[in-house]
């Protein structure tokens, strides 16, 4: 009985000394030994980023082809493959950088995240320089014993732009103004597609928010938007042209219709919006000398807010007099033309015309 005891005691002694040491040897197996920590992944992840390393990034994201990427312009890129294509067309850009703050790391069983501020600036394709500062959270979990992200969100904090002093920054608004301006074009021929009453309405609301001389505001907005109403003031404008010219003597032998044909084919593009604006502006203000310059401040408001919503527009003058277009639209005498102008969506934009340097026109403190 004794020799069984002790033979039973060995052979528990044995597998308990069999089970410690498989334990051991699962605890610490060079697979869950050299797993790297979650910080660990995520200095990865931001290392291959900043090195526009395509392969390291991607041997700390999932396997999975389902996930969820939400971009700084807020487009929601929701497959491995996207997220990849993102990441090879960004590396393909030159002059950036992007230094990272790490503020939270949260390392669960399966699960995990860090919340990090990334600091990116690098140049728009026309060599501006640009600032983002977003902050990015990033979802971990755990496959074959390795943390992969799983999700990345981006919630962008400010952007901003500089020229060549980086410390003197515009914000996108700003930017955005400031392109519109530039990108404003006179246009000469539109598509027919209609201009909503509430743009037409909000690009005049822009246009009587122009300066005025003693808030005087003289102006006053007719709005034409009667095709046939058109049409007849195209043939009426070719009459008005060809007058002008018989009487100023320049409509001799065959140039008479050789205008005629000409100016109808420059009317059929300048006609061709869907929606017409005459700025005028009432000579029984309180300061009529100054109504001239008020007008076209509030044409240049009225131009540079239609481009804002994407039309384009024109100062037009030459083929619409002020007397015949008062007497064409019944306007009382009281108020005077300051131009006659389309308000459309473009068949196309115009390139932009060479325009002088600031050195050419800027003088500081005098001549």
Known sequence: MRKAAEMKRHICTYFLAVLLISCYMVAS????????????????YVGSIQKSDLRGLFETVTE????????????????????????QEWFQEKDWEMPVELLEVHEGQDYGYTTAIFHYFGKTPVGVRYFLDSYFTLIFRREKGNWRVVADVCTPISRSYADADPGIRYSSDQMFLLDTIKNRRTVRRFKPTPVPRQHVLKILDAARHAPTAGNQQP???????????????????????????????EAGAGKLETAREAVGKALDGALSAPTYIAVLVDSQSKYPEWIIHDGALAT????????ALGYGTGFFTSFFPEAKMKEFFRIPDRYRLICFTPVGIPEEWPQPPSKKTLDELVVFEGF
């Open 29 to 44: 197996s060079p697979s869950e030994k050299s797993s790297p920590s979650l910080r660990a992944t995520f200095e990865k």
């Open 64 to 87: 999975n082809e389902k996930f969820f990427f939400l971009t700084a312009s807020g487009q929601l890129i929701n497959t491995r493959q996207g997220y990849y294509k993102f990441h």
């Open 219 to 249: 102006w006053k907005f007719l709005v034409v938007q009667d095709r046939q109403k058109l049409d007849l003031l195209r043939n009426q404008a070719i009459s008005w042209y060809l007058e002008a010219l018989q009487k100023r003597g």
């Open 300 to 307: 240049e408001n009225l131009m540079i807010a239609a481009r």
